[in-house]
């Protein structure tokens, strides 16, 4: 995942401005977020930010140091092999992110992550008193998983934002599901983890 920024203007009277980092951002890739979002044509946006290791499936933000794997090119009695691991320098975990990125920030108002399998969701008042609601959606070991199993069996993660600018509708899908008559009626994860309604900050 590389950094980038993009800004919606005027979908239902309002501005989104969506902020990508990469997986464990460095201290310079926060630095340049942080002055991304406290431009002054920005000021008044919806602000949204998707990184990759940040929430965990017990709903808490991740706080290990950072580290970095990759897989051998061949098996062992038919079993994949990973390098030794490596921190990696001048990372952050997502507590360093939220201290130094989300909680100063007056107007990021969600936190989308993935990489740690599962759904996790939480809600922390920033610098400003104002929520910040954090997501993780992760299915990749799903149906078995990603190596030997279904790939994460096609779940999504939709959000509807709705026309009052603070209301926003949670669903999850899956078209593979979905497309069968058989197996429609488990097209749609019901549990709380997976159906609800959360507020943005005014």
């Known amino acids: 995942m590389e950094n980038s920024v993009l800004e919606l203007k005027g979908l239902n009277g309002q501005d989104y401005l969506f902020l990508s980092l990469e997986f464990a951002p460095r201290n310079k ?3 340049w977020a942080k002055k991304v979002l406290e431009m002054p044509q920005y000021k008044n946006h919806q602000s949204i930010l998707i990184t990759h290791a940040f929430l965990n499936n017990k709903d808490k933000r991740t706080d290990k140091a950072n580290s970095w794997f990759m897989y051998e090119p061949f098996l062992v009695d038919n079993i994949p092999q990973k390098s030794k691991s490596i921190e990696l320098p001048e990372s952050n975990n997502g507590e360093q992110i939220w201290q130094k990125l989300i909680q100063p920030s007056q107007n990021l108002q969600l936190v989308l992550s993935g990489h740690i399998s599962g759904e996790g969701f939480r809600v922390d008042q920033n610098s400003y008193g104002k929520n910040v609601n954090q997501m993780l959606f992760d299915m990749q070991s ?3 998983g990603h190596r030997d199993g279904n790939g994460g069996d096609g ?33 749609y994860k019901k549990d709380l983890r997976n159906e609800f309604v959360f507020k943005l900050a005014e």
Do not use: C, M, N
């Open 155 to 187: 779940w999504l993660r939709i959000l509807e934002f709705y026309p009052d600018h603070k209301t926003v509708k949670v669903k999850t899908y899956s078209p593979l599901f979905g497309v069968s008559p058989t197996t429609q009626k488990y097209a």
């Open 142 to 144: 799903e149906g078995g």
């Open 29 to 31: 890739t926060l630095e």
